[in-house]
T-cell receptor, first 113, second 111 residues
Framework: EPEVTQTPSHQVTQMGQEVILRCVPI?????FYWYRQILGQKVEFLVS????????KSEIFDDQFSVERPDGSNFTLKIRSTKLEDSAMYFC???????????FGQGTRLTVV | LAKTTQPISMDSYEGQEVNITCSHN???????ITWYQQFPSQGPRFIIQ???TKVTNEVASLFIPADRKSSTLSLPRVSLSDTAVYYC????????????FGKGTMLLVSP
C-alpha cells in the first residue's frame, strides 16, 4: 500500500537554528499538507500546497516557515529560526484532491532545546 | 467552518460495539462528515466519510440522520488495537478543504 514517508523521525535542534523536515508524498497525489501536533494537544493545520504554490496557510505558518517541492517527489517544511514553542510532532499529508481523504506520514518529532 | 462536539473519552471492552456520536449543528449543505483515527505518536488515519444516511466499509459504519446535525461512528466488535483517538471532522469534500481537528474522543478498549 502506498504511504507518505517522513524523515527524520526525530530531530533535536538548538533554538535559533534552521531545520528542514522532509516528506515524500504518495506519487500520484496532487495536494500536500503540513500539520503539527504539540504534545497532548490537537492536530493543527499549517499549510496546504497545490500546483507548486501555497493554496492555504494558517496563522501559525508565519514568515519563519516555508514549504518547497524541490523536485517531483519531495515536499519540505523549513523553519528558519526555531523557537522552543516549535517543539511538536510535524505531520506531512497528501491527497489526490478528489476527497478529504488525506494520507498522513508517521511524523517527525521536533525537539527544540 | 462547522464546529463539532464529541465526548472526550469512552471506555469499552473487547468484542463490544462502540458508538461515538458527534454533533455538528451548523453543518453546511455542501459539507461532508469524515472520521479519522489516531494512535499515539502516529499520524491520523482516514476511517470513513459520508454525506447522509448510512455508509459502511470494512472498518466501521457511519450513521447520519436526515437533519445531518449529528453523526455516529460505529465500530463493531472492538479489539485492544482499536484503542485510539477518534476525530469527527466536517467540511467540503475536496483536497482544497483543510482538515480541522478537534480534541477527538479517546477510546480505551480493555480486555
Amino acid at each position: 500500500e502506498p504511504e507518505v514517508t517522513q524523515t527524520p523521525s526525530h530531530q533535536v535542534t538548538q533554538m535559533g537554528q534552521e531545520v528542514i523536515l522532509r516528506c515524500v508524498p504518495i506519487s500520484n497525489h496532487l495536494y500536500f499538507y503540513w500539520y503539527r501536533q504539540i504534545l497532548g494537544q490537537k492536530v493543527e493545520f499549517l499549510v496546504s500546497f497545490y500546483n507548486n504554490e501555497i493554496s492555504e496557510k494558517s496563522e501559525i505558518f508565519d514568515d519563519q516557515f516555508s514549504v518547497e517541492r524541490p523536485d517531483g517527489s519531495n515536499f519540505t517544511l523549513k523553519i528558519r529560526s526555531t523557537k522552543l514553542e516549535d517543539s511538536a510532532m510535524y505531520f506531512c499529508a497528501s491527497s489526490d484532491g478528489g476527497t478529504t481523504e488525506a494520507f498522513f506520514g508517521q511524523g517527525t518529532r521536533l525537539t527544540v532545546v | 467552518l462547522a464546529k463539532t462536539t464529541q465526548p472526550i473519552s469512552m471506555d469499552s471492552y473487547e468484542g463490544q460495539e462502540v458508538n461515538i456520536t458527534c454533533s455538528h449543528n451548523n453543518i453546511a449543505t455542501n459539507d461532508y462528515i469524515t472520521w479519522y483515527q489516531q494512535f499515539p505518536s502516529q499520524g491520523p488515519r482516514f476511517i470513513i466519510q459520508g454525506y447522509k444516511t448510512k455508509v459502511t466499509n470494512e472498518v466501521a459504519s457511519l450513521f447520519i440522520p436526515a437533519d445531518r446535525k449529528s453523526s455516529t461512528l460505529s465500530l463493531p466488535r472492538v479489539s485492544l488495537s482499536d484503542t485510539a483517538v477518534y476525530y469527527c471532522l466536517v467540511g467540503l469534500n475536496s483536497g482544497y478543504s483543510t482538515l480541522t481537528f478537534g480534541k477527538g474522543t479517546m477510546l480505551l478498549v480493555s480486555p
